[in-house]
């Protein structure tokens, strides 16, 4: 698995950008990736060091089309802390 496979995305939220402030970055990321590979993308891809990687599954909501039950897709998202100095130009320009 590639580096830009491991990262699918970032997640870009009232929630996150008050995160950003304090250092940490929120991605989506794929299911099968393991912080230590997290946290390897990230140095590798945006020329940073990553302090520490937290991981959560977040689980499909219910949802509703035409009057049939269902789930949206559960995904894994991964918030990594920066050192205090360093910052991602990525999310420094949105």
């Not at 020329?47 to 089309?65: E, F, I, Q, S």
């Not at 990594?80 to 360093?86: A, G, I, N, P």
Request: aromatic residues 8%.
């Amino acid at each position: 698995m590639t580096y830009e496979q491991i990262l699918i995305e970032p997640v870009l939220t009232e929630k996150t950008n008050a995160l950003r402030e304090e250092g940490k970055y929120v991605f989506k990321v794929d299911p099968s990736a393991s912080k230590i590979q997290i946290k390897e993308a990230v140095r590798r891809l945006f020329n940073v060091h990553p302090v520490a990687c937290t991981v959560m599954v977040v689980g499909g909501k219910p949802k509703r089309v035409r009057g049939k039950s269902g789930y949206s897709s559960s995904w894994k998202k991964a918030i990594v802390r920066l050192q205090k100095d360093e910052k991602i130009a990525l999310f420094e320009s949105v």
